[in-house]
């Protein structure tokens, strides 16, 4: 007799908790992941933190937290898995390291939720949105293997300094020489000089300005069926490393390619610009482009 009445016990407390945990597991339970970092370069890593949250008077003795890192909108096998142990009322944080050897947006746009109940003879499953993102830009070269090139690009640009002068910023004043032209004349001042001492034609000089700035072009274009993928993202990161070494040297830089943005499908490009910002902007095209599609 005592052993029915156990497992009647037995039986009816199963039932019991299998209800209460079917109706409520997944109440005030939260979960997020995020990265510390908006932006870093290949081969570098972020940390991660995941926060799982039970704002309830009901404990959880396994919680299965799952996501999937995706990169540029695709699959990368990156996943993560975690099981937690959470009572009631309680919140739990946990931090990782996660590396990314390859350039991309990473972004996790999902969590999946997995319990059980105290016999663990069900399984609970909730599927939740997430938003965690971080864009990963192209690693520059080494600056001594690309400082020949560099300079060698900056000297033909520096030739072209000092040529002509702006009209818009004055410099100062001097007295008329053979060829000035006409329009230089400045009449006050020259007034002013001949009365009583019967100077010269007194003329506005001015300043010389150039207009300085580097258009990358990168191409997607492929000659042959032969793809080598390498070769594309060395090309990336020497795009890369000249946009920082002209934003470093404040020369305006413009960028355009005939590739794809691997999430938007159309051909990126910047207007030139030198900023901090701009560059960062340059370089998240960088990061997004497919070099595996051309655009027409």
Known sequence: MPVIVILIVVGLFF???LWVYKKNWSRHLT????????YLYEGAG????????NRK???LP?????FEIFRNGATCNLFKSDVYNILFQQKITRQSRQTFAKRGVYTVSSMDLISYDLFISTKFVRHI??????????KPVDRDLVEILYRRLMGTLTTRRYTLEDPFIFKGIREYRDGDSFRDINFAASAKNMVGSGGEWLVNTHEYTVDQSVHILLLTDKATDYFDE???????????SFTTMLEEDQIPVSFDTNGLDSLEGTQPNAAAGASPQH???????????DVTKTGD
């Open 15 to 17: 039932w019991i908790q």
């Open 31 to 38: 979960a997020s992941v995020d990265f510390k970092d908006h």
């Open 46 to 53: 972020t940390q991660v933190t995941e926060t799982l949250s």
């Open 57 to 59: 008077f009901l404990p």
């Open 62 to 66: 396994w919680v299965q937290v799952k």
């Open 129 to 138: 949105p997430a938003r965690a993102v971080i864009t990963v830009y192209p």
């Open 230 to 240: 390498n070769e594309y993202e060395s090309a990336l990161r020497l795009a890369a």
């Open 279 to 289: 560059i960062n902007s340059v370089l998240d095209l960088l990061a997004r482009l």
